[in-house]
């Protein structure tokens, strides 16, 4: 399983069906799936949420993934995530995506999406974490 599949073991939560043609795993129930398309360049996310994570999936692109716990002065975790590949982030993690090309991915999200809840939930950052994360020393 790649990195970033398996980020911070968070799918391990989800039940697993395994037989001998494979695997069935379910990956969410409940939620809303959004398609996000990002030009090159683009930063997105630079938040964290209080109740709800959410699993992605490229389609095509690539993505420097940054994460944290939220409120700490850990340097974040960076991944690079490439097409088929899904990444999961927990709620109270911060985290920021930066889209090295033009990009295409699916986002399952637990809890409603709409317009009032996002806000409820999404707490924006005031600082960069890729910023953080090329500050500190190798």
Same mark, same amino acid.
């Given at each position: 399983?790649?990195?970033?599949?398996?980020?911070?073991?968070?799918?391990?939560?989800?039940?697993?069906?395994?037989?001998?043609? &494979? /695997? @069935?795993?379910?990956?969410?129930?409940? *939620? $809303?799936?959004?398609?996000?398309?990002? !030009?090159?360049?683009?930063?997105?996310?630079?938040?964290?949420?209080?109740?709800?994570?959410?699993?992605?999936?490229?389609?095509? &692109? /690539? @993505?420097?993934?940054?994460?944290?716990? *939220? $409120?700490?002065?850990?340097?974040?975790? !960076?991944?690079?995530?490439?097409?088929?590949?899904?990444?999961?982030?927990?709620?109270?993690?911060?985290?920021?995506?930066?889209?090295?090309?033009?990009?295409?991915?699916?986002?399952?999200?637990?809890?409603?999406?709409?317009?009032?809840?996002?806000?409820?939930?999404?707490?924006?950052?005031?600082?960069?974490?890729?910023?953080?994360?090329?500050?500190?020393?190798?």
């Amino acid at each position: 399983r790649s990195q970033a599949r398996r980020i911070l073991e968070g799918l391990d939560k989800f039940e697993s069906i395994i037989d001998g043609r &494979g /695997e @069935i795993i379910k990956i969410a129930q409940n *939620v $809303d799936v959004l398609e996000i398309v990002s !030009k090159a360049g683009v930063k997105r996310a630079a938040h964290w949420h209080r109740r709800f994570g959410h699993i992605c999936y490229l389609e095509y &692109g /690539e @993505i420097e993934y940054f994460e944290r716990d *939220v $409120d700490s002065n850990v340097r974040p975790i !960076k991944l690079i995530i490439e097409p088929g590949e899904y990444f999961f982030t927990d709620k109270n993690k911060e985290h920021l995506m930066k889209f090295l090309v033009d990009s295409w991915m699916f986002c399952l999200s637990f809890g409603s999406r709409n317009k009032e809840n996002y806000e409820e939930d999404t707490v924006r950052l005031d600082y960069d974490l890729e910023e953080i994360y090329n500050s500190w020393e190798e």
